[in-house]
Nanobody, 127 residues
Framework: QVQFVESGGGLVQPGGSLSLSCAAP????????IGWFRQAPGKERERVSC????????YYADSVKGRFTISRVNGRSTVYLQMSSLKPEDTAVYYC????????????????????WGQGTQVTVSS
């Protein structure tokens, strides 16, 4: 069963940086859009960022624009999320998943379109 594995989470002070990565060994997801999501306690899961088959296609939620950068390495189905200027409200479990229905990113993606969810990695922003 294909499943992404996320890593890189941890505890960081406000204003700090973290770099997350996710990979799915043996999975050929090069033509799928891949997204990063997060879920804070008591809140719904939200899409944070997305990168398409071509890395020129990207999406960022308004809350992270200018602070987060998504990238991918095709051939290994590996996606990275570089997070900077972190805020306490960025605290959440971060997940990645692939969208087999789309190869480009956009505002109209629905969470139910995404598959191959990982177990997530915890990001805590606190002083």
């Amino acid at each position: 069963q294909v499943q992404f594995v996320e890593s890189g989470g941890g505890l960081v002070q406000p204003g700090g940086s973290l770099s997350l990565s996710c990979a799915a060994p043996g999975f050929d997801g090069d033509y799928y859009a891949i997204g990063w999501f997060r879920q804070a306690p008591g809140k719904e899961r939200e899409r944070v960022s997305c990168i398409g088959h071509s890395s020129s296609s990207t999406y960022y939620a308004d809350s992270v624009k200018g602070r987060f950068t998504i990238s991918r390495v095709n051939g290994r189905s590996t996606v990275y999320l570089q997070m900077s200027s972190l805020k306490p409200e960025d605290t959440a479990v971060y997940y990645c998943a692939a969208n087999p229905m789309r190869s480009v990113c956009g505002d109209n993606h629905q969470i139910h379109e995404y598959s191959y969810w990982g177990q997530g990695t915890q990001v805590t922003v606190s002083s």
